[in-house]
């Protein structure tokens, strides 16, 4: 699942400018970040997954596809912690050496991936809100240098285009039976990959000598609609930073 096939320009933010929509992630990743509360991460976690099926109009067997490969690497990344070898209390003895779980371990898992989980939910937040040029439109407001915002979008462009162009590939390979027989399928694999850097490597040169031939350089420039800004738009990401920060301190000072 990519998040180019699911995100919609329709969503419920579209009518406001990058550095508004900012006023609603930005908050967030800085509280969660210095946020060592678990149950202040599963809350954030919770209400910016409810703001996302609301705003970004994404379905929920979208949004959980999305959480699929990360909440495996987490969850791989956690197991590694809790286990305990040697274990003073083991659960388990293989060849005569014993394997148990880490008390400290479980809370530092469990911190672990409740933030984890909260920063993946505000990152999709942002994808889903906002489109590349939109981000580095917003990255040159912030006076990011050039050079980094041309590396931030040639990147994108170049993995948009790798994806595109082996699901084309393989396509193309699978339409002419090329898969029919179990001895085909790794040479056919290694071709693909090959066929697909060298393509994809011929697009990215061609990607980048269009972007010089518009003169992208220092001065970047991004066809937007003109948006108006007015102060009452300010009033639902103000109570939702507030909302969050009153939570935080609430779990700090009861220890949560």
């Keep these: 699942m990519w998040i180019t096939e699911i995100y919609k320009h329709n969503h419920r933010l579209q009518q406001?400018?990058?550095?508004?929509?900012?006023?609603?992630?930005?908050?967030?990743?800085?509280?969660?970040?210095?946020?060592?509360?678990?149950?202040?991460?599963?809350?954030?976690?919770?209400?910016?997954?409810?703001?996302?099926?609301?705003?970004?109009?994404?379905?929920?067997?979208?949004?959980?596809?999305?959480?699929?490969?990360?909440?495996?690497?987490?969850?791989?990344?956690?197991?590694?912690?809790?286990?305990?070898?040697?274990?003073?209390?083991?659960?388990?003895?293989?060849?005569?050496?014993p394997i148990g779980l880490s008390t400290d371990g479980l809370q530092l898992a469990s911190l672990l991936l409740s933030r984890s989980l909260a920063l993946i939910s505000i990152l999709y937040f942002i994808l889903l809100t906002n489109t590349i040029s939109e981000i580095a439109e917003l990255m040159r407001k912030c006076r990011i240098p050039a050079l980094f915002i041309d590396l931030f979008v040639i990147t994108f462009k170049f993995i948009e285009n790798l994806r595109h162009t082996s699901f084309e590939m393989y396509r193309a390979q699978k339409c002419r039976l090329g898969y029919s027989g179990n001895g085909k399928r790794i040479p056919l694999f290694a071709g693909l990959m090959a066929a697909v850097f060298h393509q994809s490597m011929q697009n990215a040169k061609l990607l980048e000598t269009a972007m010089q031939a518009r003169c992208a350089g220092e001065n970047y420039c991004f066809l937007q609609n003109e948006r108006q800004f007015v102060p009452s738009q300010l009033i639902i990401p103000a109570s939702f930073v507030s909302a969050a920060t009153l939570l935080l301190l609430i779990c700090c000072n009861y220890g949560w």
């Design 16 to 97: 406001l400018s990058p550095a508004v929509r900012a006023l609603y992630w930005a908050p967030a990743m800085v509280l969660a970040l210095v946020s060592s509360s678990v149950y202040f991460n599963w809350a954030m976690f919770a209400l910016v997954n409810i703001c996302l099926l609301e705003i970004s109009r994404v379905g929920m067997s979208n949004l959980t596809r999305l959480y699929r490969i990360p909440v495996a690497f987490i969850l791989i990344g956690c197991f590694v912690i809790v286990l305990e070898i040697p274990a003073q209390k083991a659960f388990i003895t293989i060849a005569q050496l």
